[in-house]
């Protein structure tokens, strides 16, 4: 099994940067991200439970629209590129750890997809979906299929070219389709690459960062930010189009 490559030092040039870019050409994922098939529900349980948590976010929302965090408070209902986000636990001395709750936007309706990005701290993610809606994850590096521990359709795992590239590079992008009414969980290893991108209306991830303060510490930021410890690896995003296939289902997963 490989094992994971510690990265030590500050990773980012500008800590408080949310949107700095890494050239895609230079960039080698030290490890895998690993990805866990858990349980497919029926369609009206799926749907209640990606609501109730999706719901939570948005109401966090209003509530910071209505009453806005105070000036040197962490703000808990952000937005992030694949979804908002509501910060359900935040870390404290002790407890170097947050988690959040994102509301996917239907990369469909928006004609807009993520970019493919990594984070400076490793990051732990439920991802869970609704009827008529899956959820695309890759990564520049093969993701690895962890074999399911209940009933499981197979999922569909395919490569293709990452879009928005510079002219003339050429890197292969890996891929899963998270069915609709499905959980699975993804480990994401410090400085691997990842995306995620949904097709549908019903989609929430519930992820926990262990190292999220720690990060805070190491980079040297001057406010805590979720989204301050990511790095993009494109300037620009790309249409809907570059995202939506979900590729051949017989396809076999990477082990």
């Known amino acids: 099994m490989t094992q994971p490559t510690e990265t030590t030092g500050r990773m980012k040039r500008s800590p408080d940067h949310e949107d ?3 050239d895609v050409r230079g960039h080698r994922d030290p490890d895998r991200n690993r990805l866990t098939p858990v349980v497919q529900l029926p369609p009206q349980t799926a749907l209640t439970v990606v609501d109730a ?3 939570l976010v948005r109401a966090a929302h209003r509530e910071e629209g209505e009453r806005p965090t105070p ?3 962490p703000k808990r209902a952000q937005v992030f590129e694949e979804g908002d986000v509501f910060m359900l636990e935040p870390p404290f001395p002790g407890f170097f750890a947050d988690r959040y709750l994102m509301d996917f936007y239907d990369t469909a309706a928006r004609d807009i997809c993520s970019r493919m990005h990594l984070h400076t701290g490793l990051r732990f993610v439920r991802m869970m979906t609704g009827p008529d809606t899956t959820i695309r994850v890759s990564s520049l590096s093969p993701i690895t299929v962890r074999p399911s521990t209940g009933r499981f359709a197979p999922l569909s795992c395919f490569a293709d070219d990452l879009p928005g590239t510079p002219d003339g590079v050429r890197r292969e992008r890996h891929n899963v389709i998270v069915p609709p009414n499905s959980w699975v969980d993804m480990q994401i290893p410090r400085g691997v690459s990842h995306q995620f991108n949904a097709v549908g209306p019903n989609a929430v991830i519930d992820s926990v960062h262990p ?18 410890q990511t790095i993009f690896l494109a300037k620009d995003r790309s249409p809907a189009a ?5 590729g051949a289902p017989e396809t076999p997963p990477p082990r």
Do not use: P
């Not at 570059?242 to 979900?246: E, G």
């Open 211 to 228: 190292e999220e303060s720690i990060e805070t510490l190491r980079e040297g930021m001057s406010g805590y930010r979720m989204m301050a």
């Open 71 to 73: 000036a040197g408070e």
């Open 20 to 22: 700095e870019i890494l």
């Open 53 to 55: 948590l999706s719901g």
């Open 242 to 246: 570059t995202c939506a296939d979900t």
